[in-house]
């Protein structure tokens, strides 16, 4: 995180902007998925969501759980962790899809996003690293579920590489399959030819979590803007009042780049 030069050994108090609760940890275990609020779980990612979502909505940053009902907002997540999704329901009119369960949205299928279109806010955290190719279908999926001038709060692991790498650019017809006590991806590409990929890397669990490809910190700002967004902000500077710091812990370079993950807004063009 940039200007993030603090002694690990530094207590780091903050007030968590999502259920309202005073928290203290020392500087050196802040890390983008932990840190997490002694009351309601939340982690810095989560608290960095909120952050950006009622700094978009309000102007300012607003703990979560103070902010009065506001049905006429409409928004919608992507299998938003309940310490915030639950807090979300109750102030807008906001929908938690899933991929597998109702409320079904699949950000790949134009015929799911049709049925979820012009909310005034959209939240996709850490989940275009999973989707099938061509990723940009999603990136324009995106903006085609906003209103014009609509909020996106976006979220990608990435990393300070000169270019995506897509692990699976020829991916169609795939399945993971278990051989020898290891998983295994069969894909036969359009073309009909047959492809085996060993060392699959799986994010908190198996099946749909599986990474597709490593984003480019750069070439996500991109996508971004070629999919119809502006006044795209990283949220890349810490927010110690509500906890949001972190500094990249070692081993998490990915093929000698390092990680940065910031949680990013963007607006719809008019």
């Known amino acids: 995180m940039r200007n993030a030069a603090i002694d690990p050994d530094t207590v780091l108090r903050f007030r968590c902007n999502i259920c309202g609760q005073q928290n203290e940890e020392v500087a050196g275990r802040f890390h983008r998925e932990l840190a997490p609020c002694a009351t309601c779980g939340a982690n810095v990612r989560f608290r960095g969501i909120v952050h950006a979502l009622t700094e978009g909505l309000y102007g300012a940053s607003r703990v979560l759980r103070e902010l009065p009902p506001d049905e006429p907002t409409t928004g919608l997540g992507f299998s938003d962790d309940r310490c915030y999704a639950s807090l979300l329901e109750s102030r807008f009119a906001y929908l938690n899809t899933e991929l597998d369960a109702a409320p079904v949205l699949d950000i790949t299928k134009d015929d799911d996003v049709a049925r979820y279109m012009q909310a005034d806010f959209?939240?996709?955290?850490?989940?275009?690293?999973?989707?099938?190719?061509?990723?940009?279908?999603?990136?324009?999926?995106?903006?085609?579920?906003?209103?014009?001038?609509?909020?996106?709060?976006?979220?990608?692991?990435?990393?300070?590489?000169?270019?995506?790498?897509?692990?699976?650019?020829?991916?169609?017809?795939?399945?993971?399959?278990?051989?020898?006590?290891?998983?295994?991806?069969?894909?036969?590409?359009?073309?009909?030819?047959?492809?085996?990929?060993?060392?699959?890397?799986?994010h908190g669990g198996a099946g749909s979590t599986l990474e597709m490809r490593l984003f480019a910190e750069s070439d996500v700002v991109t996508r971004l803007k070629n999919a119809g967004f502006h006044r795209i902000r990283a949220l890349d500077t810490p927010v110690l009042p509500i906890g949001y710091y972190w500094l990249q812990a070692p081993g998490e370079a990915r093929g000698g780049f390092e990680p940065r993950g910031y949680v990013l807004s963007a607006r719809r063009m008019d």
Not at 136 to 155: C, E, I, M, Q
Not at 156 to 163: A, C, G, H, I, R
Not at 180 to 186: A, M, N, Q, R, W
């Open 122 to 202: 959209v939240i996709c955290s850490d989940v275009l690293e999973h989707v099938a190719p061509p990723v940009d279908r999603a990136f324009r999926n995106l903006a085609a579920l906003l209103r014009p001038g609509g909020l996106l709060v976006f979220s990608v692991p990435s990393f300070d590489m000169p270019e995506t790498v897509e692990h699976y650019p020829r991916f169609h017809d795939a399945s993971i399959v278990e051989l020898g006590g290891e998983k295994v991806l069969l894909n036969r590409t359009a073309e009909g030819e047959l492809e085996t990929f060993r060392n699959l890397v799986f």
